[in-house]
């Protein structure tokens, strides 16, 4: 019997030993540091199956005891949960070599090591590597791409520091494809990615000094065709931060937003929510978590918002005819998915969640709605098996129930948020017919009933993006999920999006599968993956891997290169000119063309708002035409419909002057000269344009004041430069500056007409002859005073041959805080088109000339300013500005206030500027070059800048002189100077 008892007990343990699992642990980096100092903190993640997180323990050993003795003090461990951290700090005086082992112990006393050399030089600085770009795309077919950066050492010379280069995708640059070259502290890497393959790759550098001291610098380098059919596709792109449980809490109920960071890298916030959290009781709404988010939601960010079908309404299995099951432990009841009853209620919540006002205006069309995720009632986050169940074992299941009741229910979504992209989640599933497989026939009949013409796309989403790493910092790195289980994704990415939630946090799993699957890697590498893999765009992160600074910098790489990505061009709409205005004579014919830009000829136009005057009529073209007997400023908003369904909207201002300001006559003279006669209001200023095709036209002269009734001039070829008589064609208009007065004082000037009086600085150059100007918009407490802002741009700019004017703006120095009227808005707009009025009286400038400068808030008035002038002005300039794509931020212009810019722009922004995002100048660089703008974007890195600095650079002299030399060779390049 004893012998019975101690087989019994031996086998128990085997059993024991054979379902225990060890834990696991992640690697640290291989170091080298200096004399005297420490690694810092070291981060590295463990797990196990069977322990929780805060039951698991960690040791550490040195294996050179002199150099590094084992010793809490020198082995310092630290961290909580699954994140652990280690200080190493050598023995005074010592260098040398030595292996540290960190070993990790689980419940079963199951152990697993990792182990890291520890090298200590003599006393030595590492380098650095600075200057690099956070991105860079080709196109197809483009020469290899040489991108510079600089190093440097405070104890080496530049040129014995060795730089190395490798890239993480192969396929794409093979690490023998990059080169790098320069010499002393100047050096370039050319990367040359292999022919006819696309996508991207990180490539990272790395300098080293003769001690073996390190320091690394990134680049996400993409070779992308803006020609491919995914970047045609409208969807979501960047970085979103998901919720947490936690926060605010009202009535009872979570708000969800205690995530919310207002950092640089990202684009939106996800919030989760629940139907029964939406709809409490039957036919009761309760939309106040969507309130509360977007009232705290940071500036620039946008909402992902998906609505889970987890959580049911309770009321909802109670309804007369809704058709359930039951399963599971604990058993859960809920609808099938395919349900009549419960599809039709859904559809009715969705009607009043589409038509809650935010914001004063509907959710559905809330300008920072990014996208939107809706479960299924029955099914439980997308098209997936549930737990409790397979979806083929559910009562009454065939293909055809299964599919029709989805594809009903996404037509229920789309036809609700018709201007959002949708997406959904879809996993892959199997039922009795293996070949085609269940999932297969799905995927295409969504993808033909959402093909982006006859109803939107349905993008498909998953939850389950991971990557590792075998050893730290060790390539090639393991993503998930594979191309098999996440088919529908891989398969669809030419026909939709894709948009993937991250496994767990890199830096702090929640799980030990986590773990796992994302050992010894980072959020860049599933970013990395996901790109790659399947085209994806956008990524829900969690929040402990956002607050996580060891993967600040990866985050901002990927934000930016995200957001740089072609897309669909903006499909916008302009008068012809790339403006938003339109003169007319009362009583006189109109026909004026409206062009649209970006989108899918022919295009179909309606007025959608305002109203045009009496005896203007839209034609479905685009043609204003007709005549009415009104005067005044009529404004409208039209909207233009494309061949593919897609929509723009833009407000447009259409001014008919009285009949006897404006009627025009030509007529040829013997000699073939031609005089140009019109009746004038007296007091009026009034300039001749000519043009050769219509499009481009050309101010002659300067304005002249009409002292009687009448106004003539004659053509003969002095002003136009060629004679009449030798012309095929000459076209010629009246441009009619209005009624005002102006005075020059010293270097102020004073403009007054009926309605304002504007006053400013006026700087005249040293030089002689007709030459450009630059209007100056300051900022936000700026003058135009001796020595203020804009004098003193004026004072830096003169020089070169400008004449500088600059208004005083509605926030100039002492003004009352009203953002409505700061920045860009209608009034600043006068003011600047009256600086533009004052400069046409002077013989001594030329208009066809004309650039624009601005700063901060004044840059912000300078860009609305050229969207409205569009060809009449010749370049564009400004720092700390930008556009946003949120028509509730005040003073900022939109991405469509800002459409109708046609001049050359340079954008100029601090890296760390926190007044002005420096992603609004990244939004209208996007936008200018998908319209194929010129433009240039600089980034200043103002790390360790005052934020007054890091925000107004201009008073950082190496900063400003930089500047200045770049605008004025910009303003060379297009032609504004000589």
């Known amino acids: 019997m004893k012998c019975l008892l101690l087989s019994a007990a031996a086998w128990l343990v085997l059993a024991t030993s054979l379902h225990a699992v060890a834990p696991l642990i992640g690697d640290v980096a291989d170091r080298v540091i200096a004399q005297g100092t420490n690694t810092g903190t070291l981060y590295f993640a463990v797990g196990d199956t069977e322990t929780s997180f805060n039951e698991l323990t960690v040791a550490a050993a040195s294996s050179n005891a002199a150099l590094l003795p084992n010793s809490p003090t020198n082995l310092a461990l630290g961290g909580t949960n699954s994140q652990r951290t280690i200080i190493v700090t050598p023995a005074a005086r010592q260098t040398g070599t030595s292996i540290v082992t960190l070993t990790v112990t689980d419940g079963e006393s199951l152990t697993a090591s990792s182990s890291f050399t520890l090298t200590v030089t003599a006393p030595n600085t590492p380098p650095s590597i600075t200057a690099l770009a956070g991105h860079q795309i080709a196109t197809p077919g483009d020469s ?184 599971g432990t604990p058993a859960v ?261 409206l062009t649209a830009t970006g989108g899918s000829e022919p295009y179909t136009w309606t007025v959608t708002g305002g109203a045009l005057p009496d005896g203007i009529e839209l034609a479905s073209n685009g043609t204003l035409a007709g005549h009415s007997t009104q005067t005044g400023i009529h404004t409208f908003t039209v909207q233009a419909t494309d061949a ?84 095929s064609k000459r076209f010629y208009r009246i441009r009619d500056w209005g009624v005002f007065e102006v005075s020059f004082t010293a270097t102020r000037f004073t403009y007054v007409d009926s309605e304002r009086t504007v006053t400013g600085l006026f700087r005249m150059p040293a030089l002689a002859g007709r030459l450009p100007a630059l209007v100056i918009n300051h900022g936000t407490g700026g003058t135009t005073q001796p020595n203020g802002f804009t004098d003193r741009r004026a004072q830096e700019m003169s020089p070169w041959g400008l004449f500088c004017i600059g208004p005083d703006l509605t926030h100039t120095q002492g003004a009352v805080v009203d953002l409505e009227t700061f920045g860009y808005s209608p009034e600043n707009l006068a003011r600047n088109l009256a600086c533009i009025a004052v400069l046409s009286t002077r013989s001594d400038v030329d208009l066809n000339r004309l650039a624009m400068w601005g700063h901060s808030r004044g840059s912000f008035n300078s860009i609305g300013v050229a969207s409205v002038l569009g060809k009449r002005l010749r370049a564009l300039g400004f720092s700390a500005g930008g556009v946003t794509e949120d028509p509730l931020e005040a003073s900022i212009p939109t991405v469509a206030e800002a459409a109708g810019i046609t001049a050359p722009t340079i954008l100029f922004h601090g890296s760390t500027d926190n007044v002005v995002a420096s992603s609004t100048s990244l939004l209208l660089q996007t936008q200018l070059s998908a319209r194929g703008i010129p433009n240039n974007r600089m980034i200043y890195d103002t790390t360790g800048f005052s934020a007054g600095d890091a925000h107004s650079i201009q008073n950082v002299p190496a900063i400003n002189s930089d500047m200045l030399s770049l605008w004025h060779a910009w303003l060379i390049s297009h032609e504004v100077l000589p």
């Open 144 to 327: 290899p791409a040489v991108i510079p950066f600089t190093i440097a050492d405070s104890e080496t010379a530049a040129g014995s520091l060795t730089v190395t280069a490798t890239s993480s995708n192969t396929t794409l640059v093979p690490n023998s494809a990059l080169s790098v070259g320069g010499s002393g502290a100047n050096r370039t890497i050319q990367v040359s990615p292999v022919a006819g393959q696309r996508g991207a790759a990180v490539i990272k550098l790395r300098v080293t000094d003769p001690l073996g001291a390190s320091a690394q610098g990134e680049f996400v380098f993409g070779v992308i065709d803006p020609a491919s059919a995914n970047s045609f596709i409208r969807q979501p792109r960047g970085i979103y931060l998901l919720d947490s449980t936690a926060g605010t809490q009202i009535g009872g109920v979570p708000m969800r937003d205690a995530n919310l960071r207002n950092l640089p890298f990202i684009d939106g916030y996800v919030l989760r929510t629940e139907w029964s959290t939406l709809e409490p009781a039957d036919g009761v709404f309760d939309f106040t978590i969507i309130d509360n988010i977007l009232a705290k939601l940071p500036a620039g960010q946008k909402l992902s918002f998906i609505l889970n079908t987890g959580a049911l309404p309770p009321w909802l299995n109670s309804l007369p005819g809704v058709t359930t099951h039951t399963a």
């Open 333 to 593: 009841t809920r609808p099938l998915p395919w349900d009549a009853v419960a599809r039709e209620r859904y559809r009715l919540m969705l009607v009043a969640l589409g038509n809650h006002v935010v914001d004063g205006v509907p959710f559905r069309d809330h300008p920072r709605l990014a996208v939107i995720n809706v479960g299924i009632p029955g099914l439980k986050g997308g098209i997936r098996e549930l737990d409790e169940i397979r979806i083929r074992n559910l009562p009454g299941y065939t293909r055809t129930v299964f599919q029709d009741g989805i594809l009903a229910h996404l037509a229920n979504i789309t036809a609700n948020f018709p201007d959002v992209p949708v997406q959904i989640g879809f996993w892959a599933y199997t039922d009795a017919t293996s070949s085609p497989a269940a999932w297969e026939i799905l995927r295409g009949l969504i993808l033909q009933q959402h093909d982006g013409v006859v109803r939107p796309r349905v993008g498909f989403w998953m939850e389950n993006l991971a990557a590792n790493r075998p050893a730290a910092e060790a390539d090639p790195w393991s993503g998930l999920p594979n191309t098999t289980y996440a088919a529908p994704l891989h398969l669809s990415q030419n026909h939709t999006f894709v948009g993937y939630q991250v496994l767990g946090s890199w830096a702090r799993p929640f799980s030990a599968s986590h773990v796992d699957n994302n050992l010894n890697g980072t959020p860049e590498d599933g970013m990395d993956y996901g790109f790659n893999t399947f085209q994806c765009r956008y990524y829900e992160h969690y929040q402990g891997d956002v607050d996580f600074a060891p993967h600040a910098a990866e985050f901002q790489r990927w934000h930016d290169f995200l957001n740089a990505l072609p897309g669909p061009p903006p499909f916008t709409l302009s008068n012809g000119e790339g403006g938003t205005t339109f003169n007319g004579i009362s009583g006189a014919s109109l026909n004026l063309v």
């Open 644 to 727: 593919s369904g897609a929509t723009a909207a833009r407000e447009f201002t259409l001014t008919l002057a009285a009949s006897s300001a404006s009627t025009v006559t030509a007529t040829r003279n013997p000699d073939y000269t031609v005089t140009l006669e019109w009746p004038a209001t007296i007091g009026g200023w009034f300039q001749v344009e000519f043009s050769e095709n219509l499009s481009d036209w050309t101010l002659l002269g300067s304005s002249t004041k009409a002292t009687t009734t009448t106004m003539s001039w004659t053509d003969d070829g002095t002003l136009t430069g060629t004679h009449p008589s030798v012309t």
